[in-house]
């Protein structure tokens, strides 16, 4: 484990973020649990030690890339949505304790590890955890334009997440969507939806992974929320998907 900690400290400190002991030792607590769990029950398809430090701790990590520094100090309160096994929620958790973190899964059996491992790591009482979907939680007004900053590590396509997540964010906050290297063309397909989701664009901030001599190229698209999500929206459950906002 020691050489897993120096491994986790070292990219932790090329990402601009500095871990602390304690810090450290709950991050490896998470992976040694991950890993544990994942041999009994398909959590991450990733099971390799140094790929689940820079796949999933580093690059939940790096999402805080795109909080602008003026309001940083500000954000308080954050939303997961489509979490999985804790995703980048757990992590930013990790890091920034003073952040009230809801994590947002519909797959049961991750949402019993998150709330397994939030109680192993003592977050039980300050992070809430929400077997769901976001369709559902979006209309909730106990949740809907409720959360300073959303974030997503979900594969589905910008126009769809935008749906399931801008609802959420309220006036003067910003969703970030964690994506993989190709999305210009979801940019051009989603401009309508963030549009009339009451979203617009910040910018898109390039960043990479490294690992093993490869270097993995990754984007965060910032989203401000500048106007109130149109009731309609989001849609119910299977519309969205079939019939993205063009």
């Known amino acids: 484990m020691d050489g897993l900690a120096t491994s986790l400290q070292k990219r932790a400190k090329q990402a601009g973020i500095e871990l602390d002991k304690d810090q450290i030792g709950k991050f490896l607590l998470f992976l040694q649990e991950l890993q544990e769990w994942n041999r009994k029950v398909n959590l991450t398809a990733i099971n390799d030690d ?47 304790p003073r952040f009230e973190l809801t994590l947002l899964e519909a797959t049961r059996k991750k949402v019993e590890f998150i709330r397994y491992i939030s109680g192993k790591l003592g977050f039980e009482r300050s992070l809430e955890v929400i077997h769901g979907r976001a369709e559902e939680y979006g209309r909730n007004g106990e949740y809907r334009e409720k959360y300073d900053l959303a974030v997503s590590r979900a594969v589905s396509n910008l126009a769809i997440l935008a749906e399931y997540c801008l609802p959420f964010v309220k006036i003067g906050g910003i969703f970030i969507s964690q994506k993989g290297r190709e999305i210009k063309g979801e940019l051009q397909k989603a401009g309508k939806a963030i549009e009339v989701l009451g979203g617009r664009i910040n910018k898109i901030i390039p960043y990479k992974l490294s690992l093993r001599g490869e270097e993995l190229e990754r984007n965060l698209v910032v989203m401000d929320k500048v106007e109130k999500t149109p009731e309609d929206y989001p849609r119910r459950t299977g519309v969205v998907v079939k019939r993205p906002i063009r």
């Open 50 to 96: 140094e790929e689940i430090l820079v796949k999933h701790f580093i690059d939940s990590l790096f999402c805080l890339l795109g909080v602008p520094s003026k309001i940083y100090q500000k954000i308080r309160k954050i939303i997961d949505i489509g979490s999985g096994a804790g995703f980048p929620g757990i992590p930013l958790k990790i890091y920034q």
